[in-house]
């Protein structure tokens, strides 16, 4: 199983890094998003993983929107509308779109790793290592560069 994230890391603040906080915030809005649509594919026998990992992103959402508030910045809010990147119509194509989302915020995740400072990188490194292996959970070959746009 996943870990929830802890809301005790602290950043540094300059543009750049505020930047790829609120990056990270979109990202996991979507991924909220995403994952409440593919639920509705998943058999009953893997729903309750597949809700944990939905929970998941809803607490990690949660925990970047209250680093950026901590900043006094003011989180993003979800997007009014999202498109999916190709249909989904069964448990395989939901499992495609699952193995997408976390290939996308791994990506993120890695942008952010690269702009925190040596302290704070384990748990932002921890975050990706997660969705890497959600990815295989989600029967995803391994990948060289988890991340990587395809």
Same mark, same amino acid.
């Given at each position: ?27 996991? &809005? ?10 509705? !594919?998943?058999?009953?026998? &893997?729903?309750? %993983? ?18 950026? $508030? ?11 509308? %999202? ?19 976390? &290939?996308?915020?791994?990506?993120? +995740?890695?942008?952010? !790793? ?12 921890? +975050? ?5 292996? $959600? ?16």
């Amino acid at each position: 199983m996943t870990q929830s994230p802890s809301p005790s890391t602290p950043f540094d603040t300059n543009e750049e890094l505020i930047d790829a906080l609120k990056k990270v915030v979109e990202g996991e &809005n979507a991924a909220v998003w995403g994952f409440s649509y593919l639920l509705s !594919f998943i058999p009953d026998n &893997n729903k309750n %993983y597949a809700t944990s990992i939905f929970n998941l992103h809803r607490n990690q959402r949660d925990l970047f929107r209250l680093k950026l $508030r901590d900043l006094n910045e003011i989180p993003p809010r979800p997007k009014e509308g %999202y498109s999916l990147p190709f249909e989904v119509s069964d448990i395989v194509t939901a499992y495609k779109l699952a193995i997408f989302i976390e &290939n996308r915020l791994i990506g993120i +995740y890695l942008k952010l !790793f690269s702009l925190t400072s040596k302290n704070e990188r384990s748990q932002i490194l921890d +975050y990706a290592l997660q969705g890497s292996l $959600r990815m295989l959970e989600f029967k995803d070959s391994p990948r060289a560069l988890p991340g990587s746009l395809d």
